[in-house]
T-cell receptor, first 112, second 118 residues
Framework: AQSVTQPDIHITVSEGASLELRCNYSYGATPYLFWYVQSPGQGLQLLLKYFSGDTLVQGIKGFEAEFKRSQSSFNLRKPSVHWSDAAEYFCAVAQAGTALIFGKGTTLSVSS | GAVVSQHPSRVICKSGTSVKIECRSLDFQATTMFWYRQFPKQSLMLMATSNEGSKATYEQGVEKDKFLINHASLTLSTLTVTSAHPEDSSFYIC??????????????FGEGSWLTVV
């Protein structure tokens, strides 16, 4: 069965510092991969997705993610974090036509 | 862009009553809709998958008689929580998928519905 692991429950970074959120998946074939952000009490916002092609994916709000097949990873990065980036981040995996399966999420706190 | 609308965004109901949550795809036809539940500070857990015109497929551990899902048209799916209990209080989110194959993995999420059972 496919699964998603986000090893870090909570991360704190300083404003202006770089960020990397880890995501590992377990799946037999190349999955479709997603990163979502959720602010408290709000719904989900899609940051970026990977279906195929270039393994470095650019998303909204200055985020990017790199698909590494050999490591079964899809880590999310941002070169300079802003205080408004503080939120819950979810990595998700799907195969064609199926529902997204979500990781447990990583809470990002931004310190000034 | 495509929009999925959920209604109501917040609802409070008394224990033992039923409450219905609607999920509408506003500008596309959703071949499949998914319902998720999210407890506070937890991840989203898939409850069921519904295809228009057919019975929903429920995930293990989800009571189909308690969480009634109807997908009567290509733009509307409803989740009815029957005989609600306080432990059903949660954030319910729907998502809608358009098309099939690679295009079918364009999935849009609703804004979610907060259910509080008192």
């Amino acid at each position: 069965a496919q699964s998603v692991t986000q090893p870090d429950i909570h991360i704190t970074v300083s404003e202006g510092a770089s960020l990397e959120l880890r995501c590992n998946y377990s799946y037999g074939a190349t999955p479709y991969l997603f990163w979502y952000v959720q602010s408290p009490g709000q719904g989900l916002q899609l940051l970026l997705k990977y279906f195929s092609g270039d393994t470095l994916v650019q998303g909204i709000k200055g985020f990017e993610a790199e698909f590494k097949r050999s490591q079964s990873s899809f880590n999310l990065r941002k070169p300079s974090v802003h205080w408004s980036d503080a939120a819950e981040y979810f990595c998700a995996v799907a195969q064609a036509g199926t529902a997204l399966i979500f990781g447990k999420g990583t809470t990002l706190s931004v310190s000034s | 862009g495509a929009v999925v609308s959920q209604h109501p965004s917040r609802v409070i109901c008394k224990s033992g009553t039923s409450v219905k949550i609607e999920c509408r795809s506003l500008d596309f036809q959703a071949t499949t809709m998914f319902w998720y539940r999210q407890f506070p500070k937890q991840s989203l857990m898939l409850m069921a998958t519904s295809n228009e015109g057919s019975k929903a497929t429920y995930e293990q551990g989800v009571e189909k008689d308690k969480f009634l899902i109807n997908h009567a048209s290509l733009t509307l799916s409803t989740l009815t929580v029957t005989s609600a209990h306080p432990e059903d209080s949660s954030f319910y989110i729907c998502s809608a998928r358009t098309g099939f194959g690679r295009a079918g993995n364009t999935i849009y999420f609703g804004e979610g519905s907060w259910l509080t059972v008192v």
